[in-house]
């Protein structure tokens, strides 16, 4: 369970098997609004046998004490001296929801640190309803569920979903409240022309908080993107759809 200081406090992240090695490419993958790196921790090990894979711990969420932040860009900062202070000279991005307009902003603002980019769930613009906005401070644990009653295309296992309410539980209304705030201010519909790297763009078929059409204007607008529709599967689509999405990582990195 590796830590690194970063801005003063610990940033938490996790690698495959091989750890981090010298002259190997990187990939990291992002968490959304309320999660944490376990969402991505099924995908680091499958994908190390070339690659360094790390997930992380935004601040405020996991095992990175906070505060959260209420920016894309300054989760974007800080996700850069992270990846300095792991001295990775170069990566590739994945982001789900939150974490995917933190990988677009971040290959916007440091284009020449960024080989590749996956996006997961995620669009050019992330606008948050009132009843989610509002009902994090006003009934944070009722608006919890309602959140995750629209992350799932189907009733997930109860294990899964006790794990993700605890993640969203433990950051606390005030680092939720930052990270749906970030996304309903993120704008990127006219800065994808600066995204000049493979990208592969992926959506879950029955994903209602950021649906196929979210990822289909990215497709149009980010040249020379792939883009993949996974049936069945809900907003939480690493979950949901693993076998698929794992496949999917593997052909394009």
Request: proline share 6%; hydrophobic share 40%; aromatic share 8%.
């Amino acid at each position: 369970m590796p830590d690194v200081m970063v801005q003063g406090k610990i940033g938490h992240y996790e690698t495959g098997r091989s750890g981090l090695k010298r002259g190997r490419k990187s990939i990291i993958f992002v968490h959304g609004a309320g999660g944490g790196l376990a969402g991505w921790q099924a995908y680091l090990n499958p994908l190390d046998d070339r690659l360094n894979t790390l997930a992380v711990d935004l601040p405020g969420h996991g095992q990175s004490p906070g505060p959260g932040r209420q920016t894309i860009g300054d989760y974007v900062q800080w996700l850069d001296e992270l990846i300095q202070a792991l001295d990775l000279p170069e990566v590739c991005l994945a982001g789900h929801s939150m974490g995917g307009a933190i990988a677009m902003r971040y290959a916007q603002t440091f284009p020449q640190k960024v080989t590749g980019l996956v996006l997961v769930g995620t669009g050019a613009r992330l606008r948050v309803t009132s009843r989610i906005l509002g009902g994090i401070r006003a009934e944070f644990e009722k608006t919890v569920d309602f959140i995750l009653r629209s992350c799932f295309a189907a009733e997930p296992a109860p294990a899964i979903r006790r794990e993700t309410k605890r993640l969203m539980l433990q950051a606390g209304p005030e680092v939720i409240w930052g990270d749906f705030y970030a996304c309903d201010q993120f704008d990127m519909t006219s800065d994808l022309i600066s995204i000049q790297v493979p990208c592969l763009i992926l959506c879950g078929q029955k994903d209602v908080l950021t649906p196929p059409k979210y990822s289909e204007y990215l497709h149009q607008h980010i040249i020379g993107s792939r883009l993949a529709v996974i049936p069945q599967a809900g907003h939480l689509l690493m979950v949901e759809g693993y076998s698929t999405v794992l496949s999917h990582l593997k052909s394009f990195l």
